[in-house]
C-alpha cells in the first residue's frame, strides 16, 4: 500500500474529522481510509457521462428525448 500526506488541513476541519472518527469508533487514519476508498469506489458525475458517452447515444438526439420525456410527462 502506498501513504497520503495532507498538510495544511484548517484547525476547524480536523476536529470535525478527529469528532467524526471517535463517533465512529476508529482512529483517524482508519476513518480518513475508509472515506478515501469509498470516495473512490463511487464514479463522480463527469466518470458516469464519459461511460455513457462512449455507450453511444442510441441514436435520439438529446431534443429527441427531450421532447419524448416531457410527451410522456404530458400524458400523450
Not at 478515501?36 to 453511444?56: F, N, S, V, Y
Amino acid at each position: 500500500m502506498t501513504s497520503i500526506q495532507i498538510k495544511g488541513v484548517p484547525e476547524e476541519t480536523h476536529a470535525v474529522l478527529r469528532r467524526r472518527a471517535a463517533s465512529a469508533h476508529q482512529s483517524m487514519q482508519e476513518y480518513l481510509l475508509r472515506m478515501l476508498i469509498e470516495q473512490a469506489g463511487a464514479p463522480t458525475l463527469d466518470e458516469i457521462l464519459d461511460w455513457a458517452e462512449e455507450r453511444g447515444s442510441g441514436g435520439l438526439s438529446l431534443d429527441e428525448a427531450t421532447a419524448m420525456v416531457r410527451a410522456d410527462r404530458a400524458g400523450h
